[in-house]
């Protein structure tokens, strides 16, 4: 079993950052890919970004270029710098993991948080 808790949500301007965390339980944390989704009002959870095990990173066309995963498995968490944001960044974020391998379908994804709200105002 694994549990995560996302952290670092809030309100901010156009143009701002924010970093969001994710801190998971379990001492085989390393070994689980990590990947953040967003959902907005009224629309479907989308895919953001996602880390593998051994760090390679995969990106949804939209915050390319502006955000960046990372994870320290020393503690056990994943990070998401998001820069240069957008009203359309507005969403709740969640952080998911599975055994292993990156995908970008949140149907692959066994363990899940409790979302952290971000709103980016115009």
């Known amino acids: 079993q694994v549990q995560l808790v996302e952290s670092g949500g809030g309100l901010v301007q156009a143009g701002g950052s924010l970093r969001l965390s994710c801190a998971a339980s379990?001492?085989?944390?390393?070994?689980?890919?990590m990947g953040w989704f967003r959902q907005a009002p009224g629309k479907e959870r989308e895919f953001v970004a996602a880390?593998?095990?051994?760090?390679?990173?995969v990106y949804a066309d939209s915050v390319k270029g502006r955000f960046i995963i990372s994870r320290d498995n020393a503690k056990n968490t994943v990070y998401l710098q998001m820069n240069s944001l957008k009203p359309e960044d507005t969403a709740v974020y969640y952080c998911?993991?599975?055994?292993?391998?990156?995908?970008?379908?949140?149907?692959?994804?066994?363990?899940w948080g409790q979302g952290t709200q971000v709103t980016v105002s115009s």
């Open positions: 379990g001492r085989t944390f390393s070994s689980y890919a």
């Open positions: 998911a993991a599975r055994k292993m391998v990156v995908t970008t379908r949140d149907r692959d994804y066994d363990y």
């Open positions: 880390i593998s095990y051994s760090g390679g990173t």
